[in-house]
């Protein structure tokens, strides 16, 4: 069913129409791009808070296939910030809530739902991924993210919150950005109050610095990051040293 | 003593500052400074001395830029 729908759609985008679901894409993506982020996979390692907007929004420009990966259920703290947390989904896998919401956003992409960690989802899903997206909440996961995805040679988009702070950045194949951010012995208040217009703001960059990888454009984020203020306001980003 | 321009990130900044020039001895290093503002060093994620990562231990010299970053971790 959806395989026939995502085909039907790179049809009709092989003809040199826009499908009606991504019409509105036209412009700021040419079909090619629209074709080869049909082509793509993405897998979101963590599906509450970044995960949660940053799967809405890689549904909506039409990624063609989506790897959801968390462990975890919805718990009524989570409502905040989380996107996907509700009076109905408290207590339901967060990877089947995602998979529900896709459905209902875009039902001719493919998602599969891995409910583990990602180091353990890992070793299935790494080799028809093109990007990964850092959504997780532990510096000692995103470490361990980190390492995989340089050792499997793969682009990761990293995000992480903190209350109105956050940052984000991309580890591209070449670049050892997680351990430039996370290697020293620092650890973070344990489960830190974040504010939901810091995870929009920063899955929305997280979503945008993912379509551009896909694309093969340039990005001033590639092996840098950008530290986030929104209580100031202001963005600061790191030179690439 | 050396003059420093010492920069604060993230919750670093609550009821301290963004930005601002600091005096200190010139033997002072990067955990020096975050002692003397009160930052629990195991809260710390980034340091920087001119955009440049650096280790807890360095010395700045006098005009340098200190970036002081703590761990963002959650998701």
């Not at chain 2, 290093?29 to 001119?50: H, K, R, S, Y």
Request: overall charge neutral.
């Amino acid at each position: 069913m959806v395989e026939n729908l995502q085909q039907h759609d790179l049809n009709v985008l092989a003809s040199g129409k826009w499908p009606e679901r991504y019409l509105r894409n036209n412009g700021p993506l040419t079909i090619s791009d629209q074709i080869r982020l049909l082509g793509s996979t993405v897998a979101v390692a963590g599906c509450g808070g970044l995960g949660g907007y940053v799967i809405e929004m890689l549904a909506r420009l039409g990624i063609g296939e989506l790897a959801l990966v968390d462990p975890g259920v919805f718990k009524p703290d989570n409502a905040n910030r989380q996107l996907y947390c509700s009076s109905e989904s408290i207590g339901k896998d967060k990877v089947q809530v995602a998979l529900t919401r896709i459905r209902e956003i875009n039902p001719a992409i493919q998602a599969q739902a891995f409910k583990q960690r990602i180091q353990d989802a890992f070793p299935t899903i790494q080799g028809k991924l093109n990007v990964v997206v850092d959504c997780l909440d532990s510096v000692h996961d995103r470490l361990e993210l980190g390492r995989l995805c340089r050792t499997a040679r793969l682009p990761l988009v990293h995000g992480a919150v903190n209350g109105w702070y956050g940052q984000i950045g991309v580890q591209t194949v070449k670049s050892n950005l997680i351990e430039r951010l996370y290697s020293k012995a620092g650890q973070e208040k344990a489960s830190p109050s974040v504010l939901a217009p810091t995870v929009m703001y920063i899955g929305s960059v997280q979503a945008a610095e993912t379509c551009k990888l896909l694309l093969g454009k340039a990005s001033t984020l590639h092996n840098s990051w950008l530290s986030a203020d929104l209580c100031t306001p202001t963005f600061d980003r790191m030179d690439n040293r | 003593m050396k003059v420093l321009t010492v920069k604060l990130f993230a919750y670093f900044r609550e009821n301290r500052f963004l930005e601002k020039e600091c005096c200190y001895p010139a033997s002072a290093t990067v955990l020096d400074i975050i002692q003397d503002l009160a930052i629990n060093p195991d809260e710390v994620g980034v340091t920087m001395i001119n955009s440049r990562h650096c280790n807890l231990e360095k010395k700045p010299e006098a005009g340098d830029k200190v970036a002081i970053f703590p761990v963002i971790g959650g998701g």
